[in-house]
């Protein structure tokens, strides 16, 4: 889990890179899911909120 404070002190291609790897993280978490194999389905929502900060951050770089 990843604080607000640690990604803006992240740069643009730290980010991307963090955003990528959480999507794949996501994907993965869906084919366990599919599978029957997940036991923390609480990791979802978690990444979830990761990538949406991410996102976040990454508009207001764009926007400023």
Do not use: Q
Not at 2 to 13: A, L, P, V
Not at 27 to 49: F, H, M, P, Q
Request: charged share 40%; glycine share 4%; net charge positive.
């Amino acid at each position: 889990k990843m604080k607000y404070t640690e990604i803006k002190s992240k740069t643009n291609d730290e980010l991307k890179k963090i955003y990528v790897d959480y999507k794949k993280k996501l994907y993965n978490l869906g084919v366990l899911s599919a599978n029957g194999e997940n036991k923390d389905t609480s990791r979802y929502s978690k990444y979830k909120k990761v990538i949406a900060k991410i996102l976040t951050r990454l508009n207001e770089i764009k926007n400023a």
